[in-house]
Structures are given as C-alpha cells and as structure tokens.
C-alpha cells in the first residue's frame, strides 16, 4: 500500500500546480469570453454555469473574422505570414539539418553546439540585433548601397511585410532545426545503404527514404514553431509597427491592454486555441500515420 | 543633477494607459460589491450635474466640459484646524516613476513620516487594487475618467479646501472648480496636456502651422513613407481625425461619424504607411519619426533627454491647435479613504501644489507641465528650460477654456463603439 | 549506383579526401550543404556578435564602431547598466524570476517526472497529457488566461513579482518533467527493484539511489529553466505591474521600439552571457555524469532536447 502511493503523491504537487494555474485559468478565460459585462460599472461579469453561457461574444468574434468582416483582413495576413514564414523556415532549416545529420562528420558535435546556441540567447536579444543592423543607416544598408545592390539605402524599418516576415524565420527556426536534426539523426543508415544496393539514385532515395522517415522531425518542428507564431504579436511592434503588419495577437494585446473589452478579448483567444488545438490533433494523427508509413519503408 | 532619463518611457507612457482609460472607465468584481453595498447611501439624486441623460459607472451622470457635474459627498470632510498627524509610513500611490523622489523625502523630513511610493500600472487596476484593499495608501493618482468609480465606491475622501490654499493660489482659475469635479470636491489637479503634431524641420518641407488644417498633413505624407506616426490611442487616434473634419464632439457616439473617421484613418496606410506608437518623445529627437501626432510634453522632454548632441533644437517643432479646437486633458491628486493621516494627505496635495515644489517636479524630473500659474513660456526660454521653437508646448491657463475639447467618459455603447473602431483601423485592411 | 553523393561515415573520410572527393564531383550534396549549413550559421550569431560588439561602443551609436569601452556597462555616470536605476532594476527583477523559478520549478517537476513515470495508477495517463499542454500552448494565450484568473478568482494574487513567478513556474513544469523523464527511461528501473531486493523501502530507494542518478538531468533542468525564464518575455509583460516590474526583456522590447542607447545592448550581452554560462555549467555536468553513454554528438544533442518536445 505505502509502496503503491508513493508515487502519486509525488506528482500531487506539480499535478496541483498545473490544474490550478493552468487548467483553472483557462476556464477564466472561458468564463470572461461567455460572460456578461456590467452595464453601469462596464466590468466582467464571469459566468461559471456553462448552462447559462452567453455566446453573444463569440457570435460577435466570429462575425468579425468571417469575409466582410474587420478582422477578415488581419486574420488572412496572420495566416500568410506565418505560412510563408515556416516554408522558409524549412527550406533553410531541412539542409542545414540534413548536413549536420549525415555528412558534418567530426564536425558534428561543433555545428551541433553552434546551431544550438541561438535558443539560448533570449527571443528580444536576437530582435534587438536585427534592429540595429536593419537601421537606416545600419550595417545591411551600408553594405547593400556597397555592393550596388541597393542604390540608395532602404527603409526596412518602415513598416515592410518582408522584414517582419525575416524577424519572425530568424525567430523560431531554431526551435525547428533541432526536431529536424534528430529525426533525421535517428535514421538508420542502412535503409539507405538498402535502397543504394538496389539502384536508387541519391534523389530518389532521398525522396523515397530519407524524406518520408523525417516526416516526423518535419511536422514536430513545424507545430513547434507554428503555434507561438499564430500568438505572436511583438515581433511586428518591434521591427515594422505599422497596422499594415499587424497580427491577430495584436488584436488580443489591444483588447485586454487597451480598454474595457477584455470579454471580446477572451472570445478571441478562446477561437484561437480551438484553432491551434485542431492543428495539435492533425499533427497528432498525421504522427501516428507516419510512423506507420515509417514502418513500411523500414521493410523495404 | 538626478534626472532619470531612462525612466522617461515609464513616465510618459503611463499616459498611454491614461488616455486608454479616459472614457474606458473600468471596474473590477472587488469594486463590485462595494458598489452594491454603498448604493443605499450614494444619492444618484443629490448629485447636482446638469448633464442627466448620460450615465455612466457608478450610476452617476457623465460629465462634458459644458455639462459640469458636482459629485456628492459621501461624508463630511474633516475639520479644519487639525495638527497633521506625524511617524511612521506615508504611502502615495501613483503611476511608476512619476513624482520626483527628493520632494517625497523633502515632505518626508518635513512632518516626520516615511514617505513610500507604490506605483501602479494603470489607473485602471489601481482603483482595482484600492477597492479590494490590497493596498492602503494615503493618497493617489486619479484620472477624471475614473473618478464616478472612486466616489461611487467611497475609495477616496472629501476634501476640505482650507487644508489646500495654494490650490486657490497658485493654479489655473479654471481648475479650481472643473468640470468633472465641481468645487473639487474630490481631487486637486496635476498635470495637463494637449494633443498636436511634433515634426522634424530637417525632413518636413510643408508649413504645418500655416495650413488650413494642420490635421490634413498626415493624409499629405506620402514623402515621409515609414516615418509617420500616430499616438496608439483609440480616443486620440480617432478624435483626431473627427476634428481634421471639423467636428469638435470629440466625445460622440453617432456610429456614423465614428465609422467616417476610422475609415479616413484607413486611408492613411497607403499614403505613408502610417505606424502607431507611444515613444514619439524618443522618436522624434532620435530621428527615426519625423512626423507624429503628439502631446504637448513630448518635444520638451524629447528636447531635455533624447535629442542627439549635433542636433539643433530647431530640428523639433511641435503644433497645437488653436484654443477651443484641440483636447487638453489633465490628471489629479486625491486623499484615498483608506489613511490614517487625513490631515497630512490634505498637506501633501497642498505640497504638491505648492509653486516650488510643482516647478521642480515638472523641470527636474517628471517633464509633465502643472496647470500652475506661475509657469509662462517666456520665463521657461529666458532660463534655457525649453528652447524659443518649443514654447508652443508650454501650456498656460489661456489654453483651456469653457471651450476647451477634453476626452470624457463615453457610455458602454459608446465605449465599444470607440474600441471597436480602432480594432478596425489596427486590423490594418488588405494587404 | 555509384553515383550515390552519401558519403560513408565510416571509416571517417580525412578533410582532404572529402575535398577531393567534392571536386571529382561538383554537383553533390555535401558541398552545396557545407556552405549552405555554414552560411546559416553565420547568419544565425553574427547580428548577437555584432550587437554584443556595439555594446561595448564609446559612442551613443549603435551603428558605427568608435573605440572600445565599457561606458555603457558601469562608466556612463546616467545611462550605463550600473547607473540607470530602471536597467538595473529589470536585471534584478530578471535574476529574481529565474532564481524562484529554478527553486520551486525543478523540486516539483522532478518528483512530477518521477511520479508519472513510476505511477502506473488511474489518473497518470490524464496527468501526463495535462503536462504536455503548457509546452505547445502560445504564450499569449497563458499570459490572457493568468491574467484573467488573478483579477477573477485567485483575487489576491495582484499582478507583479509574485504573479510573475506563479506564471514562470506554470511554463517550466513541464520542461523539467520532459529532461527527467527521458534520463528515468535511459536509466531504467533495475537500480530501484536492485534496491528494492536488498531490502530497502521505496522512499530510500529514491533518495539514496534515484535522486543521485538522476542528478544530470536535475542540474541540466535547472539551467534550461533558468534559460527560458530569463528568456520569456509574454507571460512576464502580461504579469508585470510595470516600473520595477519590468524584466530584462521588457526593457528590451520597449527599447527596440524606439532609438536604444548602446547599454540596452550591454544589458541583453549580460543577460545572454549569465545564461551561456549557466547553461554551459548543465551541459559540462551532464557530460561528466553521462560519459560513457553517450555517442559522438549526443550529449549536445539530449541537453539541447529540453526543446525538442515531439
């Protein structure tokens, strides 16, 4: 008996630290985002009964982020951005990966280290960096205006789709190298030494082996990377500022930062959970579909 | 010399939260049930505004600059002629860093308290965090905006004026019975501002002053492409580009003119890709801004802190409009209800009025202008404080009138009307 | 095919070989990728080096290299990181969240890890998926969802310090159970049941065999939770109740926002560099402890695994 409840009383603390400070806060959420407001006092009125939800804000949030609506616009740039900013996210990221995997030899413990070291220097560091060098009269222009490339120095500051979209690839991608890393780490040699034996040339190999068995890494990465940048919003205040650039987390900032609204707010960020946790359980199964994909090529 | 430069963005942007407030009246589930509780005892009916129709937190009518509203008193004031209570702690609770601390420990040797600052973020959750008691502090920071909620939930004190002469004294006429508070029954003021336009000479050709509508300048430059700046408010923003159409009902809530100037707004972002910010005192002086609504403190304080040493002061410029045709706002002192010290809060909002004190407060530390009568352009140039291009930023009681255009509290509906209006402009359109 | 650009790792080519190799065949791989993978690199730490080097400018630029000084560390008599109260708050107010956060974080998630992993109970499963959660949810929505609960139930947490650390410890939970869990796998339970034969209670055979194995990763866990916590800038901006509240981060986000002076680049030099060598200190423990475990890369690779969460 002692022995067998040993163990639950060990996870009781953090079990209790994460129901009441996560689990507990997010049903706030939900009870400010299907509450009601004080018509004289204009507060929160949170309601607990899930009975007795008011879905007005919702209805309303939704209403706003359907074509037509003032959030439509803001809703797609959220989308497009974070899109082209993973698809570069993997085409840098796969090679450098894939080098680092299979051909960095006795290299590899030091590329490894030095493709590490950004996710040790803090997210605001890195940004700051880019911000000096992105100034009018920062290191990018001089050397652009250089080399002739630019004729006159760029403004990349002022507010440019393509220098929030850059912020946001130097941002996350080394969260997404390292699952890349160690699913193609992980593939064993032989399949490949297989599929040679057998006439494959390296690309069809590649595509045939190598991609498939990293498909893991690929979709792991991705969500890693995908979720926080659907909740970003400082990326764009800090290196553009313009509305132009502006993304949904902007929206919920203003919204509970900005004035007496906090319930659309939370209705608000209660759609995008829904959405992220979707794109959660797709992964999910996508992973489990792979690993079984991943078995079949194993017998190849 | 103790200026504290890099505290300037705390100082300044408090105003942010500030302005978000003002008409965003907030309140929270602590105030709630003190509301409830002294319901029975507030007397909606006592209060003697003539403004009736709007109501707002608190249940008590909504103040305009030309419907004034006398707040009831909840208890009587204490007595005149009392000895300041002296020992042990004396708490001000106010926005972070925004009182010079060497006139804190000043009344501190003064009367023999300790004196503690305990800032809150914003105006908002500091009548929050004094409704639920977390805090007791003497005295503290209020906004007009807020003020229904504090004497609906009896947060803060009766004044009796007869501990606070220089209020009579020293400060601007129009002050001594505002509008929101009629005969400050409540609060003494604090500091005051008007919104404008701050430029940079060096980038800007048009003569900003000289145009019919100086307002018409940011739908006029495309030249400036990324570095024109708007303050990130929902009432400035708007109520900006309401009166660039002449219409000075900065507190409207017809949807129709609301929805007008959020779309004008819009257009902005293919004119110069207009960005929205509240550093435009840093900006502006650094270079990186050349065009940026503003209030008028910023250029002083960006001339004082951030202009770059080669760059002349008549690279900044700022511009207010004409008396009567742009908002002036100010903040306030009051006594909180939860001190022990009446009499010696009553003597510190005295202090703070007090010419000396209020001069060194705005020129040595906080750069935020004191509606003091003794404060007049010129003195300030003669003595080098601002240079002869900025004296436009220096207020005086000229500039606020019967006419004069604040931000006030809006209803709910308007509330949400305003926010709503600037989640539209934010949204940013198509791309 | 003997076209094949997969270069066998073994025996290990010399450089020499490798290179010869590329040149008999210029269209493979590995060339392309070697400076692809190098190029990356240089891109990803030059902007911190040259930040790092612009920290240490005579000048108010942070553009053009004047000599070098240490004015915005400690000689700027106004704004240098030693003189400006508000840098020199938000560093303390920084070290003071990593240092709570380390202290409470790291005991519960280690006896998290143990728990899940040895606890084959009802209810461990369910426990296990809620600990997933934190690690994928967006921190603006854990930031909203704080918020809201200390202003709608837990009224008498205000926001600041205390909520902060609250909300610092929420996100590295999970981070500590995923470093220990993996060590408990690659450990495995025959030292337990070894103990367990001799006689000893399970409590013992935690403490005297467990704890101890199991200290690389306690110490690795520790220094990713110092990391992230002095890294996180959301949870700590929707926490704060500004002025002294402010973190390291949040001064930095507030600068870049407008025209820093040189010592926001000393302040976030200092902070990347406490973090380097507290992380580096973990990584160097976990190598002693796990020697002769592990394979060519794979220490690097396992301490870097706090991230690499699928």
């Known amino acids: 008996m002692y022995r067998r409840s040993l163990w639950p009383i060990l996870a009781l603390p953090g079990v209790l630290w994460l129901v009441l400070l996560f689990i507990v806060p997010f049903y706030a959420v939900l009870g400010v985002a299907f509450g009601t407001v004080d018509p004289i006092l204009f507060q929160p009125v949170p309601i607990w009964n899930p009975l007795e939800w008011n879905v007005g804000w919702l209805t309303e949030v939704l209403g706003r982020l359907a074509p037509g609506g003032i959030w439509f616009d803001v809703e797609v740039r959220t989308l497009v951005y974070v899109l082209i900013s993973l698809a570069l996210c993997l085409l840098i990221g796969y090679p450098v990966a894939y080098y680092t995997a299979r051909h960095a030899g006795r290299w590899k413990g030091v590329v490894l280290i030095l493709i590490i070291l950004p996710l040790w220097i803090s997210y605001m560091m890195r940004m700051l960096a880019w911000v000096n060098l992105l100034q009018q009269d920062g290191w990018v222009n001089s050397v652009l205006t250089f080399t002739h490339v630019l004729s006159q120095p760029r403004d990349w500051l002022g507010g440019s789709a393509s220098t929030v979209i850059l912020a946001l690839v130097y941002g996350y991608i080394p969260y997404l190298i390292l699952p890349l890393f160690a699913s193609l780490d992980r593939i064993d040699r032989s399949h490949l030494e297989a599929a040679r034996d057998l006439g494959a040339s390296p690309w069809y190999a590649f595509r045939k082996v190598t991609l498939p068995l990293s498909k893991t890494g690929i979709l792991g990465g991705a969500v890693l990377i995908t979720l926080p940048m659907f909740g970003d919003y400082y990326t764009p205040n800090i290196v553009s500022g313009s509305p132009k650039t502006s993304l949904i987390g902007n929206q919920i900032d203003l919204y509970f930062h900005g004035g007496p609204q906090p319930t659309i707010g939370a209705a608000l960020t209660i759609v995008l959970a829904a959405f992220l946790t979707i794109l959660m359980l797709y992964y999910l199964r996508s992973i489990h579909r792979a690993q079984r994909e991943g078995g079949t090529v194993g017998a190849l | ?431 | 095919m003997t076209a094949v650009a997969e270069q066998p790792a073994r025996p290990q080519p010399s450089t020499s070989t490798r290179l010869r190799g590329w040149l008999r065949n210029p269209w493979g791989k590995p060339r392309f990728l070697v400076v692809f993978t190098w190029a990356y690199i240089v891109w990803s730490i030059m902007p911190v080096a040259i930040a790092v080097l612009f920290s240490f400018n005579a000048t108010r630029s942070r553009t053009v290299w004047d000599t070098f000084s240490t004015r915005w560390y400690w000689g700027d008599p106004v704004d240098s990181v030693w003189h400006d109260p508000t840098l020199r708050h938000s560093l303390v107010q920084s070290f003071k969240l990593a240092g709570a956060d380390v202290l409470i974080a790291v005991p519960i998630g280690v006896l998290l890890a143990i728990g899940l992993a040895r606890w084959r109970g009802r209810g461990s499963g369910t426990s296990n998926f809620i600990m997933l959660f934190p690690l994928v949810t967006p921190e603006i929505v854990m930031g909203v969802s704080l918020l809201l609960v200390f202003s709608h139930i837990f009224t008498f947490v205000h926001t600041g310090t205390l909520a902060q650390i609250l909300g610092h410890v929420t996100f590295s939970i999970s981070f500590v159970v995923v470093i220990v869990r993996g060590r408990l796998f690659s450990i495995g339970s025959q030292y337990e049941e070894a103990a367990a034969d001799l006689g000893a209670s399970p409590f013992v055979a935690l403490t005297r065999v467990l704890l101890p194995l199991l200290t690389p990763a306690i110490v690795a866990s520790a220094a990713v939770v110092f990391a992230i916590s002095a890294d996180d800038f959301v949870i700590s901006q929707w926490l704060s109740s500004g002025g002294p509240t402010d973190t390291v981060p949040i001064q930095i986000y507030s600068a870049t926002r407008a025209a820093p002076l040189p010592s926001v680049n000393a302040i976030a030099t200092i902070m990347m560099v406490s973090t380097l060598l507290i992380v580096t200190a973990g990584f160097l423990t976990w190598r002693l402890f796990t020697r002769g475990e592990r394979r060519q890369g794979k220490a690097a690779e396992d301490f870097g695994g706090a991230f690499n969460i699928t």
Not at chain 2, 57 to 80: M, Y
Not at chain 2, 196 to 213: L, S
Not at chain 2, 228 to 238: D, G, K, M, P, Q
Not at chain 2, 387 to 406: I, K, R
């Open chain 2, 1 to 431: 010399m103790t200026h504290h430069p890099k505290e300037r963005p705390d100082s300044l942007s408090r105003r942010t939260f500030l302005l978000r407030g003002a008409g965003a009246a907030v309140a929270f589930s602590a105030a709630g049930p003190l509301l409830a509780a002294c319901g029975n005892t507030t007397n909606v009916a006592q209060s003697t505004g003539t403004g009736g129709e709007l109501v707002g937190p608190g249940g008590l009518p909504l103040a305009r600059p030309d419907k004034p509203v006398t707040l009831p008193r909840w208890e009587d004031p204490i007595a005149s002629g009392l000895q300041p209570e002296t020992g042990g702690t004396f708490t001000v609770f106010n926005y972070p860093a925004y009182l010079y601390r060497k006139l804190l420990n000043d009344f501190g040797a003064r009367y023999n308290v300790d004196v503690q600052y305990t800032p809150f973020d914003n105006v908002n959750s500091g009548i929050q965090r004094l409704a639920s008691g977390a805090v007791a502090p003497d005295v503290t920071n209020i906004t007009p905006d807020v003020l229904d909620i504090a004497v609906a939930g009896k947060l803060i004190k009766p004044l009796n004026l007869d501990y606070i002469p220089n209020l009579q004294k020293n400060i601007w006429p129009q002050l001594h019975s505002p509008f929101y508070d009629g005969e400050s029954r409540y609060t003494v003021p604090y500091t005051v501002y008007a919104t404008g336009i701050a430029w940079r000479t060096d980038k800007v050709t048009q003569d900003i002053a000289g145009m019919d509508q100086p307002w018409d300048i940011f739908w006029e430059s495309q030249a400036y492409e990324g570095n024109v700046a708007l303050l990130s408010e929902n009432r400035e923003t708007i109520g900006m580009a309401l009166l660039r159409k002449g219409i000075t009902d900065i507190n409207t809530e017809d949807p129709g003119l609301v929805n007008q100037a959020v779309s004008d707004l819009k257009e902005l972002y293919g004119i110069s890709n207009i960005k929205v910010g509240d550093l435009q005192f840093q900006t502006v002086p650094e270079g990186s801004s050349w065009l940026n609504q503003a209030w008028s403190g910023d250029m002083i304080a960006g001339y004082i802190y951030y202009l770059p040493k080669g760059t002349p002061a008549s690279a900044l410029a700022f511009w207010k409009p004409p008396h009567g045709k742009g908002p002036i706002q100010n903040d306030c002192f009051a006594v909180c209800s939860s001190t022990k010290k009446p009499v010696l809060s009553h003597l510190f909002l005295n202090y703070l009025l007090d010419n000396g004190v209020s001069y060194s407060n705005f020129v040595d530390f906080n750069g935020y202008q004191p509606p003091l009568n003794e404060i007049d352009p010129s003195t300030l140039v003669q003595k080098g404080v601002v240079p002869e291009n900025l004296a436009n930023s220096v207020l005086t009681n000229d500039d606020l009138g019967p006419d004069s255009l604040q931000y006030c509290t809006l209803t709910s509906k308007g509330q949400q009307l305003w926010e709503d209006g600037y989640s539209n402009f934010l949204a940013g359109g198509g791309s």
